[in-house]
């Protein structure tokens, strides 16, 4: 079955720690995604990436960086510098160019300790 | 500017129907969404609107959407236990944005 995989599911991270949150999409799908989402808040945009080898800021990327070396690959990585990084982070996807409907992963929840 | 509003709760007895209000401030939207989020997991998409039309229906699901107040609704026929989620409204401009999600509560 088609869908996106996010790893870990859960996350524990000491401060001054940087870490990685993997995405992996086999829908064949150019876009994607990273998510941040705080209890009470709407999903806020990270980064986001439209082709291979491209990707573009989003709403909230300062302490955050990825890549897209790969089509079904966008790793997110935390670091040090993100004040604030206890989250749950969700990855997404998306491949139609009309509604342009988001697929999402089920999400990886960063704790930091 | 570009915001989205939902109210943050809503309970309803089992059976009866569910309406989930939403708002937007921006008028060029292009197409306005209803997501689903069980707990500790990530969102489904429930169904999505073209910004020409005023309804859509699907089985038990309802979206009304009114353009000159820029609202959209979600009604839920017949709710069940299983819908107990949070409901997040989205707007696409030139991105998608959020609002806050509302959290439906069933109860027998």
């Known amino acids: 079955d088609g869908g996106i995989t996010q790893s870990p599911k859960y996350l524990f991270r000491k401060e001054g720690q940087n870490v990685t949150l993997s995405c992996e999409q086999n829908l064949n799908h150019d876009a994607m995604y990273w998510y941040r989402q705080d209890p009470g808040q709407g999903l806020r945009l990270i980064y986001y990436s439209q082709i291979v080898n491209d990707f573009q800021k989003g709403d909230i990327a300062e302490g955050y960086s990825v890549s897209r070396e790969k089509k079904e690959s966008f790793p997110l990585t935390v670091t040090s510098a993100q004040k604030n990084p206890t989250a749950f982070y969700l990855c997404?996807?998306?491949?139609?160019?009309?509604?342009?409907?988001?697929?999402f992963g089920a999400g990886s929840r960063l704790t930091v300790l | 500017g570009e915001d989205v509003e939902q109210s943050l709760f809503l309970s309803v007895r089992e059976g009866d129907s569910s309406v989930i209000n939403c708002t937007y401030t921006?008028?060029?939207?292009?197409?306005l969404y209803w997501y689903k989020q069980e707990p500790g997991a990530g969102l489904q998409l429930l169904t999505y609107i073209f910004s020409n039309m005023d309804m859509k229906q699907d089985q038990r699901l309802t979206v009304l959407l009114n353009k000159k107040d820029k609202h959209l609704s979600l009604r839920i026929a017949d709710t069940q236990t299983g819908d107990s989620a949070i409901y997040f409204c989205?707007?696409?401009?030139?991105?998608?944005?959020f609002g806050a999600g509302t959290r439906l509560a069933v109860h027998p």
């Open positions: 989205a707007e696409r401009v030139h991105k998608l944005i």
């Open positions: 997404a996807s998306s491949g139609d160019a009309g509604a342009n409907v988001l697929t």
């Open positions: 921006d008028s060029s939207s292009t197409y």
